[in-house]
C-alpha cells in the first residue's frame, strides 16, 4: 500500500514538472496533426502536373511549389520527432524549453512564407499580370490550379497548428521565468500597480 502511494506521488510530481498528462497529449496531438496535413499537401503538390495542347505544366515548373514541397516536407519531419519527444515524459528544462520555442517560431514562419508564396503565384495564374505580359494560366491549366490551391489552403491549416504550438511553446518557457521585482531601493523602479 506504501508502495502505491509512493509511486502515486512519483507520477504526480512528474506530471508537476511536465504539466498536466491531458495537456501533454493534447499538445503531442496538435504536434502530430501537422504531420498528416503537410504529408497530405505535399503529396497534391507532386501530384500536380497537366499535359494539354497548350503544354505541360507541373510543380517542378514553379520555384515557389517545389519550396512548398520542401517545407511541407521539412515541417512534417519537425512536426513527427518533436511529438516523439513531447509525448515521452521527462522533466521540462530551460534549454529543451528554448529549443521548443525556436523551433517552432522558425517553423511557423518557414511554413507561412511557403504559403504565402505559393499564393502569389496562383493569384497570378488566375488573374494573370498585363503589365508584365503574364497571362492567365488557370483558364488552360485548371485542374493544375485546382490541385495547387487545395495544397497551399493544406499548407494554410498547417500555418495555424504551427501559431497554437508556437503560443504553446512560449507559454512554456516564459512561464518559467519569475516576474520582474519591484525596486525601491537604487536602481531601477518598476510600477506596482495595487488594486
Same mark, same amino acid.
Given at each position: 500500500?506504501?508502495?502505491? &502511494?509512493?509511486?502515486? =506521488?512519483?507520477?504526480?510530481?512528474?506530471?508537476?514538472?511536465?504539466?498536466?498528462?491531458?495537456?501533454?497529449?493534447?499538445?503531442?496531438?496538435? &504536434?502530430?496533426?501537422?504531420?498528416?496535413?503537410?504529408?497530405?499537401?505535399?503529396?497534391?503538390? +507532386?501530384?500536380?502536373?497537366?499535359?494539354?495542347?497548350?503544354?505541360? +505544366? =507541373?510543380?517542378?515548373? +514553379?520555384?515557389?511549389?517545389?519550396?512548398?514541397?520542401?517545407?511541407?516536407?521539412?515541417? /512534417?519531419?519537425?512536426?513527427?520527432?518533436?511529438?516523439?519527444?513531447? /509525448?515521452?515524459?521527462?522533466?521540462?528544462?530551460?534549454?529543451?524549453?528554448?529549443?521548443?520555442?525556436?523551433?517552432?517560431?522558425?517553423?511557423?514562419?518557414?511554413?507561412?512564407? /511557403?504559403?504565402? #508564396?505559393?499564393?502569389?503565384?496562383?493569384?497570378?495564374?488566375?488573374?494573370?499580370?498585363?503589365?508584365?505580359?503574364?497571362?492567365?494560366?488557370?483558364?488552360?491549366?485548371?485542374?493544375?490550379?485546382?490541385?495547387?490551391?487545395? =495544397?497551399? /489552403? #493544406?499548407?494554410?491549416?498547417?500555418?495555424?497548428?504551427?501559431?497554437?504550438?508556437?503560443?504553446?511553446?512560449?507559454?512554456?518557457?516564459?512561464?518559467?521565468?519569475?516576474?520582474?521585482?519591484?525596486?525601491?531601493?537604487?536602481?531601477?523602479?518598476?510600477?506596482?500597480?495595487?488594486?
Amino acid at each position: 500500500m506504501g508502495d502505491k &502511494r509512493m509511486e502515486e =506521488s512519483a507520477i504526480a510530481g512528474e506530471d508537476e514538472m511536465n504539466g498536466s498528462t491531458g495537456l501533454r497529449t493534447a499538445e503531442t496531438l496538435l &504536434r502530430l496533426l501537422p504531420v498528416a496535413l503537410c504529408v497530405v499537401a505535399l503529396v497534391v503538390m +507532386l501530384k500536380d502536373s497537366q499535359n494539354n495542347d497548350f503544354g505541360s +505544366l =507541373s510543380y517542378s515548373d +514553379l520555384g515557389a511549389f517545389r519550396y512548398l514541397v520542401h517545407a511541407s516536407g521539412i515541417c /512534417a519531419g519537425y512536426s513527427l520527432l518533436s511529438a516523439i519527444i513531447v /509525448a515521452v515524459p521527462r522533466p521540462s528544462t530551460m534549454s529543451r524549453a528554448w529549443t521548443f520555442f525556436l523551433l517552432d517560431q522558425l517553423l511557423t514562419y518557414f511554413i507561412l512564407a /511557403a504559403g504565402a #508564396i505559393s499564393t502569389e503565384v496562383v493569384y497570378l495564374a488566375y488573374k494573370g499580370d498585363v503589365s508584365i505580359t503574364w497571362s492567365q494560366t488557370c483558364g488552360s491549366f485548371g485542374g493544375f490550379c485546382r490541385k495547387a490551391t487545395a =495544397s497551399i /489552403a #493544406i499548407t494554410f491549416i498547417v500555418t495555424l497548428c504551427y501559431a497554437v504550438l508556437s503560443i504553446i511553446s512560449s507559454y512554456r518557457l516564459f512561464s518559467k521565468y519569475d516576474a520582474p521585482v519591484a525596486c525601491n531601493n537604487k536602481g531601477i523602479e518598476i510600477p506596482v500597480f495595487h488594486t
